[in-house]
Structures are given as structure tokens and as C-alpha cells.
């Protein structure tokens, strides 16, 4: 298991952007995907293509969206992502150890339809896991 990318809740997508290139002079690494089953428009940043860690940019694409509330309480990091060879086996390692799953793996458009999920540790914070390509 290792360190994925670091998901960051965002108001405006496209202003996220311009701010990460600006503040860090990270470039974005792939179009603005529309995930409607997470209800969210989402982007990966970072420094390059290879960096061992980017920033996943999220921001709300319904009002519904699970981020719109995090957003009014003005919490912008969201999760952290590890990249997992089966996610079935990762997922059930985690429940194991405590966690607790709180959406069962679904295909993410921004990770060309691999499967995600997303897990509540028991320190309080949300992990998210996304099966590596074969």
C-alpha cells in the first residue's frame, strides 16, 4: 500500500487550479472528470506526471454532493488515498483493523474506471483506496 494522492475539497474547480499552479507551480495532470456516482468534479495536480504524490482537487457537482456540507464548514482536506493492489483484500485488512467502510468499491472515471472505495479510520479521519491497474 502506498501513498496515492491527497484529495482536497475545493468551491470553484478551475479557480483550485489556477491557485495550485500558482502557490506551488504544480501543473494539471489530466482533464476535469465529472464522477456523477461521487457527485463530484475532480483533477489531479501535481509538480509532473511521475510525482510519487498529487493532489486531487475536488469540488461539489450537486448540490447533494457529499463535499458541499464539508465545504460550508470550510474543511478543505478531505482524504488520504493509498493505491492498493486488490481492493477487496485492502478493504477488508482495513475493516479488520477498525476502519469503517463507508461506500463499497464503485469504478472512478478519474482513475480510468479502477475501483475505489472509502473507509473511516479510527482516528477520525476518511481513507480512500484505489485498486492499481493491471
Known amino acids: 500500500m502506498k501513498?496515492?494522492?491527497?484529495?482536497?475539497?475545493?468551491k470553484d474547480i478551475e479557480?483550485?487550479?489556477k491557485n495550485h499552479e500558482k502557490l506551488f507551480g504544480y501543473k494539471q495532470l489530466g482533464p476535469i472528470v465529472d464522477d456523477q456516482t461521487q457527485k463530484v468534479k475532480v483533477v489531479l495536480m501535481g509538480p509532473s506526471e511521475d510525482a510519487p504524490v498529487k493532489i486531487e482537487l475536488i469540488s461539489p457537482l450537486t448540490d447533494d454532493s457529499p463535499v458541499t456540507d464539508l465545504l460550508k464548514k470550510r474543511q478543505?482536506?478531505?482524504h488520504l488515498c493509498y493505491s492498493v493492489p486488490d481492493i477487496e483484500e485492502?478493504?477488508?485488512?482495513?475493516r479488520?483493523?477498525?476502519?469503517?467502510v463507508i461506500s463499497k468499491p464503485v469504478e472512478?472515471?478519474?482513475?480510468?474506471?479502477?475501483?475505489?472505495?472509502?473507509?473511516?479510520?479510527?482516528?477520525?479521519?476518511?481513507?480512500?483506496?484505489?485498486?492499481?491497474?493491471?
Do not use: N
Request: with cysteine; net charge negative; proline share 2%.
Open 3 to 10: 501513498l496515492s494522492h491527497i484529495g482536497i475539497i475545493v
Open 108 to 134: 472512478a472515471p478519474l482513475f480510468d474506471d479502477r475501483k475505489i472505495c472509502f473507509l473511516f479510520t479510527k482516528d477520525h479521519y476518511v481513507i480512500e483506496l484505489v485498486e492499481e491497474g493491471h
Open 76 to 78: 478543505a482536506l478531505y
Open 15 to 17: 479557480e483550485g487550479i
Open 90 to 94: 485492502a478493504k477488508q485488512h482495513a
Open 96 to 100: 479488520k483493523s477498525g476502519a469503517i
